[in-house]
């Protein structure tokens, strides 16, 4: 059972690229399910997912990478002993950090039976300044880039070409070694190339 | 039903950054239309967003909901821009109710704040296109 993190702060379009990676990698015959993460225990995500006909765990109630870490693990143990997917979707909250996320799941490895690929973080060139500028926010979107195997820069199609290189200038410099992806959900660039990372990347503990 | 999550309790990353959940249900005199659905889900997202920043919010993160009725289901949200609100999903029927959840996520305001404006902003658009919220659970 392989985990997959698609990380990345608020509005970034994970549950967009989720809903269209899902069917890519099952459309090649794998088994997937998805855990999302809401702030706020009214979810909204998980019943957009499951809208489009894909298996949905919600979890509410607070952040997996610290308030409700523990709810994650046994909803991973769950689904390891029920429908026994062969890759788990986790998309956590906005505002989670990833790096958090991955090290409960490797810790909890021997519970769930879990291997790890690769923790995929979008981030909006629509808003490369805003997010990199208020503090707070900057220590949160920096954390996350920086936790980040691979880096998906999202909304393309709404960038112009001098911000989407600005966008990549600003994320190399914060994550020297991430693949960074360009994509777009509303033409389809980049997806192909995420998809096959997902399957065929493994990381190490 | 509503929510009230206490995010930046533990964790330095969420400080600053407030959200409001709520479900409720949504009735009108006479059916609405799936195209009036679509300007009710969109000016609801507007409405919200708008008045985070006109309260000082730094950045409106999310807003997003969803509407579902017996033959369709919306979702809307905007990010950053009030007009940038986003519609899609299944039309379905024009319906006389429907159920309504709204999630704001808003970095520089108040938990508070981003409560009051999230129920005022539900209120007053609801208000607006003729409907009525009925009670907090379907």
Known sequence: ?205 | MTEFVELNSRNPVHDDINSYGMRCVVTAAKPVSADELRRFAAELMTAIASACITAGAKDVSHVKAFIEHDTGFLHADTVGNPDNAKVEGRNGKPAESFELVVNSVIYGLSAHAVREITESGINKTAGLFGLVRTHAEK
């Open chain 1, 1 to 205: 059972m392989k985990i997959v993190q698609i990380a990345g702060y608020l509005g970034s379009g994970k549950t967009t690229l989720i809903i269209a990676l899902s069917r890519k990698v099952a459309e090649a015959g794998m088994k997937v399910a998805i855990l999302v993460n809401d702030v706020g225990a009214v979810p909204v995500d998980g019943k957009v997912i499951e809208e489009y006909g894909l298996t949905v765990k919600d979890i509410g109630g607070g952040c997996i990478c610290c308030q409700v870490a523990g709810t994650m693990i046994r909803t991973l143990e769950t689904l390891a002993k029920g429908p026994k997917p062969e890759m788990i979707i986790i998309e956590p909250t906005g505002i989670a950090v990833p790096e958090s996320i991955r090290q409960t799941v490797m810790m909890n490895a021997g519970k769930t039976g879990a291997v790890l690929g690769p923790t995929i973080v979008l981030f909006d060139t629509t808003r490369t300044d805003k997010l990199l500028t208020y503090d707070t926010l900057k220590r949160l979107v920096t954390t996350q880039i920086r936790d980040a195997d691979i880096v998906a820069l999202s909304k393309v199609d709404l960038s112009s070409a001098d911000a989407t290189d600005h966008a990549e200038r600003a994320v190399r410099e914060l994550n020297q070694t991430a693949k960074i992806i360009r994509l777009s959900t509303v033409t389809g660039e980049g997806l192909a190339v995420l998809a096959d990372q997902m399957r065929e990347v493994t990381v190490q503990a």
